[in-house]
């Protein structure tokens, strides 16, 4: 089945412990981008990738970090998660950047919560 | 920069209905595309449709069509026959189109409008 991944789906953790949120999708995708989603907000995208060892920040990068060295996989890593990065993160991936319709497809969403 | 604009926080409507939410964009692109994203409770996002900007005519999805009025940036999605199953979170999302031909990837989403379908 083709589909996004993230793990974990849940967490809670505290100031300060470095933590990582991994997503893998197995459509051969060349696009991968990350997105957090805050009430009242909506979704805003984090970083993304074009393609493996390609990246770029988004709009809300700050606090994060992430790596492209293999095409499936797309990691999230916060190094000092902060209270203010409590929220709902999705990854998200399509085909190419350069290929319509460019439709990008969501993994279920992890739900982290920093105390 | 471009932004997205959903005016209705919230909206009900009677099961079998038609209603229709409403998307303003602001953007100095020619090109670009637009999506509706529907969030239903389990959170997953779903594609509900898409509009290339470049094409006049109105997409349609079964019983979900846009109304797409470029001069006036506005991409407004409609339900015919709601159902149930339709109550979720609505997002619309703006894509702009690159300068290589290709897209530069970045979603812009509104803020959603909670849509709930009343039996």
């Known amino acids: 089945e083709a589909q996004v991944t993230q793990n974990p789906r849940y967490l809670i953790t505290v100031t300060g412990k470095k933590l990582t949120v991994t997503c893998s999708q197995n459509?051969?995708?060349?696009?991968m981008s990350w997105y957090r989603q805050d009430p009242g907000l909506g979704l805003r995208q984090i970083y993304y990738?074009?393609?493996?060892?390609?990246?770029d920040k988004g709009d809300v990068p700050e606090g994060y970090k992430v790596s492209r060295k293999e095409k499936r996989n797309f990691p999230l890593i916060l190094e000092s998660p902060s209270p203010n990065q409590t929220s709902l993160y999705f990854c998200?991936?399509?085909?190419?950047?350069?290929?319509?319709?460019?439709?990008?497809?969501f993994g279920p969403g992890t739900r982290l919560t920093v105390t | 920069a471009q932004t997205v604009t959903q005016s209705q926080p919230e909206m009900s409507v009677q099961e079998a209905e038609t209603v229709t939410l409403s998307c303003t964009y602001d953007?100095?692109?020619?090109?670009?595309?637009l999506f509706w994203y529907k969030q239903p409770p389990s959170r997953q996002m779903i594609l509900v449709i898409r509009?290339?900007?470049?094409?006049?005519q109105n997409a349609t999805e079964n019983r979900f069509s846009v109304n797409f009025q470029k001069a006036a940036k506005s991409f407004s999605l409609k339900i015919s026959d709601s159902q149930l199953g339709d109550t979720a979170m609505y997002f619309c999302a703006f894509m702009k189109h690159g300068p290589s031909g290709g897209s530069q990837g970045n979603l812009i989403f509104g803020k959603g409008t909670k849509l709930s379908v009343k039996p």
């Open positions: 990738s074009m393609n493996v060892e390609v990246t």
């Open positions: 998200a991936s399509s085909l190419s950047w350069q290929v319509v319709p460019y439709e990008q497809y």
């Open positions: 953007t100095s692109e020619n090109n670009y595309y």
């Open positions: 509009q290339e900007a470049y094409k006049q």
């Open positions: 459509m051969n995708h060349e696009y």
